[in-house]
């Protein structure tokens, strides 16, 4: 995937190959039903087929273009076409080379993604990915200097990326890096890639319980609550590993507070 313009978005080259990956893990095992299909040029793509279909491009390159300005060019391993499958606006999937499509019948890869708890993780992730990096392509194309409140964030070991005590508007991922939970100064957890936090507060609209502080070079992926609730009613099982991840970080910083010298000094 390439993005047409000269501003660089943060974190695309970092997305780019996770978005190829996830796209590999969801369509693991997956049966194609229709014959693979090649073009020498298409000026719309959905002109020519259902929208209930998408498609894995193989060889080539495929263009998103609106009003002839390629916005997003495509290459082989990318997904495309889901906006369309879900009948959302979208422009056009054009190209004027050669190019070589797989069909994926859209029912068909859903219950495919619902069939395994794993491949719903990825669906969702994949989703917040692609949101994160249209929202950071619109940031760079405004006048504003204020760096991006969602998208693509880096950050350096020691950088604070939740402040105790903060609003809570966003919910993030952890896209690369590690990551401790600190409450009021004491390490109470560690984030590990791909983990979603700051969802709690981000729901229930009150101060942020805990602070996270990057252990190492972390890239992060900050999304609005109310995008982020988009996901997940459009994916309830999401919701269901969510609540997962949640209640596994709570068992662990239970265990932490047990065990630590203060809580043992008052069972004595």
Not at 18 to 27: D, G, R, T, V
Not at 183 to 207: N, P, R, Y
Request: aromatic share 8%.
């Amino acid at each position: 995937m390439y993005l047409n313009g000269n501003t660089p978005v943060p974190g695309f080259e970092q997305a780019v190959p996770k978005l190829q990956h996830l796209a590999q893990e969801m369509l693991n095992g997956f049966e194609f039903t229709q014959d693979v299909i090649t073009f020498e040029s298409v000026e719309d793509l959905y002109e020519l087929f259902d929208e209930d279909t998408l498609f894995l491009v193989n060889d080539g390159i495929i263009n998103l273009t609106s009003n002839d300005v390629t916005l997003i060019s495509y290459e082989e391993g990318d997904l495309i076409g889901i906006a369309n499958s879900f009948h959302l606006p979208s422009p056009c999937l054009t190209t004027d080379g050669y190019v070589e499509l797989q069909p994926v019948n859209r029912d068909d890869f859903l219950l495919h993604l619902y069939d395994d708890k794993r491949r719903q993780h990825c669906w969702t992730h994949y989703l917040v990915t692609m949101n994160a990096i249209m929202m950071n392509k619109i940031s760079t194309t405004t006048d504003s200097q204020a760096k991006p409140a969602a998208g693509f964030l880096n950050f350096a070991p020691g950088q604070t990326i939740i402040q105790q005590g903060d609003d809570a508007d966003m919910v993030y991922t952890l896209i690369s890096g590690e990551a401790n939970v600190l409450v009021d100064g004491t390490i109470v957890g560690q984030l590990e890639e791909e983990e979603v936090f700051g969802a709690m507060a981000a729901f229930t609209k009150e101060k942020r319980s805990a602070s996270i502080v990057a252990q190492s070079h972390c890239s992060v992926m900050a999304v609005p609550q109310e995008d982020f609730t988009i996901l997940i009613e459009a994916q309830p099982r999401a919701a269901v590993n969510l609540i997962q991840g949640l209640a596994k970080r709570i068992l662990i910083m239970n265990k932490q507070l047990l065990e630590s010298p203060q809580a043992q000094t008052q069972n004595m």
